[in-house]
């Protein structure tokens, strides 16, 4: 598991996007550390991070991205969002 800033760097991401996407559900880190606030990720998320970029240059805003990420379909949520 990364720290917020570490997996920052390896996504090529702002803290406070990554922040960001947290407070609209887009990514959630995988634990909050109840003690420190710290949060952690995981390798596997870089995927969602790269998605949400590859969405967004295709016009997408992120409440649609979202949406996208939320239906068990995600090729035809995107079928049916173009």
Known sequence: MFRIGDFSKLAQISVRMLRHYDKLALIK???????????YYEARQLEDVERIRELQSMGFSLKEIKWIFEQSDEKQALFFAL
């Open 29 to 39: 880190p995988v634990k909050i550390d109840a003690t420190t606030g710290y949060r």
